[in-house]
């Protein structure tokens, strides 16, 4: 089964507002940019994927996904993640792709043999239909979605994103596979998302850099103990 991955991105201007009570605008800019970065870079790196294509309606998010080696599906104007993806996974149907894992760009514990694991639990002689799952954290979210064909069901992202899309492998009579991954699990949202990215005291990657940057040092161990913004 050859498989593509598809990472939807909105341009940065706006991103990340639920984020507003711990970072300033241009901070959730920095940090929103630096989660794709370190995602793309590890999606890209996966072995057992074909391609890398990013879905995306801005020019600066597309320059940095082909400079990384990923291919771009262009928005005419951006859409809501859905939509997005959507418009995205009939383009690669369309292409002649047998399926599609869908990974979100702001999981910045994700490291390629998180990437290799999911696609480890298709078996060799898979063919369509088939789609497997992996849930956020608080199994409220959708992190990762391998679905074959891209079309296989309908997607609805955002709260209770997981619940809808097993309810729609029941709806299609497909079993409900879905796995585990600690590090895809984990995408910020909130600031409640950056203390438990931060409990894991991982070095490396952009979106660490990208945290002391914008907030220093001394204001992150602050959130981290008060539990607050």
């Known amino acids: ?93 369309n292409a002649g792709w047998e399926a599609v894992l869908i990974i979100p760009g702001d999981m910045p514990l994700v490291r390629a043999e998180d990437i290799e694991m999911v696609l480890a639990q298709v078996p060799a002689d898979a063919r369509a239909p088939f789609a497997l799952l992996v849930p956020s954290h608080d199994r409220l979210g959708t992190n990762g979605l391998l679905l074959a064909p891209p079309d296989l069901i309908q997607l609805r992202f955002g709260y209770n994103s997981f619940s809808f899309h097993m309810s729609q492998l029941t709806a299609h009579r497909l079993p409900a596979r879905f796995c585990e991954n600690e590090r895809i699990a984990l995408d910020i949202d909130e600031p409640k998302d950056l203390e438990r990215f931060l409990s894991y005291a991982m070095e490396g990657g952009e979106t660490i850099k990208a945290l002391r940057r914008v907030m220093g040092e001394a204001d992150l161990w602050q959130t981290r103990s008060t539990g607050g913004a």
């Open 1 to 93: 089964m050859q498989i593509a991955a598809l990472i939807p991105i909105k341009g940065f201007s706006n991103a990340k507002q639920r984020l507003g009570e711990a970072l300033s605008r241009a901070g959730r800019e920095v940090l929103a940019e630096a989660m794709f970065r370190d995602v793309l870079r590890q999606v890209v790196s996966a072995r057992g994927l074909e391609a890398t294509f990013v879905v995306t309606g801005d020019e600066y998010v597309a320059a940095i996904a082909s400079a990384a080696g990923a291919e771009v599906i262009r928005e005419s104007t951006e859409q809501g993640e859905t939509s997005a993806v959507d418009f995205a996974r009939y383009r690669l149907k």
